[in-house]
């Protein structure tokens, strides 16, 4: 957090960016991911090439990992209740959301407003869409160790280095609608500082950061959708990033309270 990333040039193939979007059966709880992904591309006559980018659900990776809850067995404290109330949430849920959440900043009818891994998320990131009745399904415990392992595997059973993502939709202030958003990435640096550099009359930029992981999450989730798309993985080729051999987590994409825009106006 609050570390600065040095700039880089944006290289993309000659053809463009390009994003195939990957196909699979329904996942299971405890699925292994890798195979999966892996036998989905070769269905859909895809090969994976060194730094290419696979972008991953949070969803199946949750799943993969048995990060899914029986609503049932989930007893609701006294404190649950009472933010149930407030925001007509099931008192299992809220209960959930207390346990998950690092700080709960307030909510509209149904959504509670959360602080998980360093993000602003509604409801820390807990879902009922796209699980079993009666289920949520919670974010992965380590998205860093998720994209890490996931990478790992990938070299060992192709042979091919490559960046990975974790992804959730998120929400913009006053904007209609969601957007991706990385929760981990393995493999590429997620932030383009573009301060001290010039812009096209001159000038010297000074705060201007760009979320290239965050840009990449927005591409692969306007494919993915949000309902019954059976699109949890996306493959991004000749993406305008800088590959190495990092891990990043959300606090690394993290802006400090008090430089924020919309918390410390708030």
């Not at 006053?174 to 929760?183: D, H």
Request: glycine share 10%; with cysteine.
């Amino acid at each position: 957090m609050g570390m600065r990333w040095s700039s880089f040039p944006l290289r993309m193939g000659a053809e463009g960016l390009k994003l195939y979007p990957i196909k699979t059966r329904t996942v299971e709880v405890g699925d292994g991911l890798v195979g999966l992904i892996l036998e989905s591309l070769e269905a859909q006559g895809l090969e994976l090439m060194d730094n290419d980018v696979l972008v991953l659900t949070s969803k199946i990776v949750s799943f993969s990992e048995r990060r899914v809850v029986k609503l049932s067995e989930v007893k609701a404290s006294a404190k649950g209740r009472k933010l149930a109330e407030r925001y007509r949430l099931e008192p299992e849920f809220a209960e959930l959301v207390l346990r998950e959440a690092e700080r709960v900043c307030g909510g509209v009818d149904r959504a509670v407003l959360t602080l998980k891994h360093g993000i602003m998320i509604a409801n820390a990131g807990i879902d009922n869409k796209n699980a079993p009745a009666g289920y949520v399904v919670l974010w992965p415990a380590d998205p860093e160790k998720s994209v890490a392992d996931f990478r790992e595997a990938v070299l060992l059973e192709t042979g091919k280095t490559v960046g990975v993502m974790v992804v959730d939709s998120g929400l913009i202030p006053l904007r209609i609608g969601t957007i991706g958003l990385a929760l981990a990435v393995a493999g590429f640096r997620p932030i383009r500082d573009d301060r001290g550099r010039e812009d096209i009359f001159g000038r010297r930029v000074t705060i201007t950061r760009q979320a290239v992981a965050d840009d990449l999450a927005c591409a692969a989730h306007l494919m993915m959708g949000e309902s019954s798309e059976k699109v949890p993985a996306v493959l991004i080729r000749d993406a305008p990033v800088v590959f190495d051999d990092g891990v990043y987590g959300s606090k690394d994409m993290m802006m400090p309270f008090k430089e924020c825009l919309f918390m410390n106006a708030f």
